[in-house]
């Protein structure tokens, strides 16, 4: 029966592609996307996970080797203003919403992460985002407001299917493996702007510890991050339309995260692009695991 099972497996691959093909020329811009910016350093990027904090004490001597990039609530930490990161991204859709689409809670914290962006950020500083924000009020308000953050556009439009078709529209910008969590645009957002050499650090993704289910049979995820060690309270995580999402749901989005961290792997090999995970703590099981000490040693010198 394996023949069964491989001509299975290759009419998913190519139903796959003929989706993301649909999807690519409704959903993607094939202009102004973010490019080459001849990088001399490797890129560094800085999760959110609760291991950061040990980087940050052990290895913060290093982080003038490489460029970083900072992610959605970084701005909280004291130590942004300290580390000066050169990009900032942001993916979630919530980021680019109306005040009327939001619930208090993304109300509050997208006022937060403006403000601070706004007041703190005095270096130049590239702000990361899915071209969705050129409609966002805030979004604008925010480049028009602070004259040291530019702006560069990715499409988030999830690729897949056949390898040869995948790889190409990688290559070209015109999408990436599914964004569900915010790393896998920070990785593909960066080989497409020249980094041939990539770190992670806090990339923890321990969130199976976190899920629990209460007596009402909701699913609930408590969020820990370097900035909030102690976590929020265990939170329904909810849909576009905020409708609680299923454990089985919840658990699906994960498995389309870790799947596309080693879609990205057969993509960087392809590309002879070094991507390793220097993590205190982290499942990612794609990436090699190295030091940034290694890292930076192991790199070829001009």
């Not at 394996?2 to 094939?30: C, D, E, M, P, Y």
């Not at 904090?53 to 913060?60: F, Y």
């Not at 209460?214 to 309270?233: C, F, I, P, Q, W």
């Not at 390793?276 to 192991?298: E, H, P, V, W």
């Amino acid at each position: 029966m394996n023949w069964l099972s491989s001509i299975n497996s290759g009419l998913k691959l190519w139903l796959q592609t003929q989706q993301s093909a649909l999807r690519v020329l409704i959903q993607s811009n094939f202009t102004g996307i973010a490019s080459n910016v001849q990088p001399s350093k490797p890129l560094l990027i800085l999760g959110n996970g609760p291991s950061l904090n040990e980087t940050l004490h052990s290895d913060q001597g290093l982080m003038d080797s490489f460029d970083l990039i900072a992610v959605n609530y970084a701005t909280t930490h004291k130590k942004f203003e300290e580390l000066k990161p050169r990009y900032y991204l942001i993916n979630a859709n919530t980021f680019f919403q109306e005040d009327h689409e939001l619930n208090d809670l993304y109300l509050e914290i997208n006022r937060e992460l403006y403000h601070n962006l706004r007041t703190k950020t005095q270096w130049k500083m590239t702000m990361l985002v899915p071209f969705r924000a050129k409609k966002s009020r805030a979004f604008r308000q925010l480049l028009e407001s602070n004259p040291h953050i530019d702006a560069a556009y990715f499409n988030q439009t999830p690729i897949e299917g056949l390898s040869f078709w995948s790889h190409w529209g990688y290559r070209l910008g015109w999408g990436m493996p599914r964004p569900h969590n915010v790393l896998i645009p920070c990785i593909m957002v960066g080989i497409r702007l020249g980094y041939r050499h990539i770190a992670l650090v806090g990339a923890d993704h321990s969130w199976l510890a976190d899920l629990s289910v209460n007596a009402s049979n909701e699913a609930l995820l408590r969020h820990v991050h370097y900035y909030d060690t102690e976590g929020t309270k265990p939170m329904k995580m909810e849909d576009r339309i905020q409708q609680p999402r299923k454990l089985h749901e919840i658990i699906h989005k994960f498995y389309l995260s870790f799947e596309g961290y080693w879609r990205i792997k057969s993509f960087a090999e392809q590309q002879h692009i070094t991507i390793i995970n220097a993590s205190k703590t982290s499942m990612i099981d794609a990436f090699a695991r190295k030091s940034l000490a290694q890292f930076i040693q192991d790199m070829p010198q001009k």
